[in-house]
């Protein structure tokens, strides 16, 4: 859109284009005017002028816009936003995400694996990529680029887990013993009588427990089918100490649990250990009870052997067969 209009006996132009900056100029006569006001049109339209720099938001701007966008439909959302808090912490989280270069993430990967395996750490670039892919894909910033490909992401899964210790075993069991939370040593046992994962413990309705079968009915899981969990006297004992009047079992959210998790082990002195380790010792123990790899794998959830082998480290031999 132009206009001129006539200002103290001198002609002002004016040209406003959405994506370009506005263009202001003053001539002596309304001629000159509109000539330039042509000249500067065909220049926009062939490209001649430089569109205006897009409006950034800041790193933290992003986060919450991918949380809202993105994040809070995926299954993993408890997870995932526990590692978006944390980067929305980081010093230069309030740049502009144009003015976050590899710099920034090569001193963030240098850090973190001072305190964290390599693959956490690979999962939280991963994280950072996909919100600046979302930004530069869906958000209108097609210029922008994306900063980790200019580093180098760690290479190599974690090292292979192994059998939670003896002794760090039985302190965990002392430990929940002695615990006052409502839930959490509930959780703890069924999760080592089971193998079952937290999101998929915490997502449990009553809807879904079969007493008279001794049997849990699972949904929604990570990989998306569905499957059947047998209960041992000790896991059914762990669920009738749910919430009777709520319609989940264990009502509690995913950093909740990591929260009272990390205080228990703190409290006492218990180190090293993960809540997933829980899932490989259960895993383990189906092995050790002479389980066959589809027995295990029908009730574990596993779709590949190779997966699942990850998981066990049984002290008896494999059946393949049943």
Not at 144 to 164: C, H, Q, T, W, Y
């Amino acid at each position: 859109m132009a206009t001129i209009t006539k200002r103290n006996g001198r002609w002002q132009a004016r040209v406003r284009r959405k994506g370009f900056p506005t263009q202001t100029k003053t001539f002596a006569n309304k001629t000159s005017a509109q000539r330039w006001v042509r000249h500067t049109e065909v220049q926009i339209e062939t490209h001649g002028l430089a569109k205006d720099k897009p409006d950034y938001p800041s790193f933290i701007e992003a986060i919450e816009r991918y949380k809202e966008e993105v994040s809070r439909f995926k299954k993993s959302f408890d997870v995932e936003k526990y590692r978006l808090d944390r980067l929305a912490q980081l010093a230069w989280a309030r740049n502009t995400i144009d003015k976050i270069d590899g710099s920034h993430l090569a001193g963030l990967r240098l850090k973190r694996l001072q305190e964290v395996s390599p693959a956490t750490v690979r999962k939280e670039l991963y994280l950072i990529s996909a919100i600046f892919e979302t930004a530069r894909r869906e958000w209108g910033f097609s210029n922008l680029k994306n900063p980790v490909g200019d580093i180098r992401i760690p290479s190599g899964a974690n090292p292979k887990r192994s059998r939670i210790p003896s002794d760090t075993l039985a302190c965990l069991l002392e430990a929940t013993s002695q615990s006052r939370h409502r839930y959490l040593p509930h959780i703890i046992m069924l999760a080592l009588e089971t193998g079952m994962r937290r999101g998929e413990i915490l997502s449990l309705t009553w809807g879904q427990y079969f007493p008279e079968k001794r049997l849990l009915e699972l949904i929604d899981t990570k990989n998306g089918h569905g499957r059947f969990v047998p209960l041992s006297d000790t896991a059914m004992a762990a669920i009738s100490h749910g919430a009777k009047q709520n319609e989940r079992i264990f009502p509690m959210t995913g950093n909740a649990v990591r929260l009272a998790w990390e205080r228990l082990l703190i409290t006492h002195d218990i180190r090293g250990l993960r809540f997933h380790d829980l899932r490989h010792e259960a895993i383990s123990r189906m092995f050790d009870e002479g389980m066959t790899v589809p027995q295990v794998a029908a009730v574990s959830g596993h779709r590949t052997i190779s997966m699942l082998f990850r998981y066990a480290h049984t002290t008896h031999n494999v059946r393949v067969q049943s």
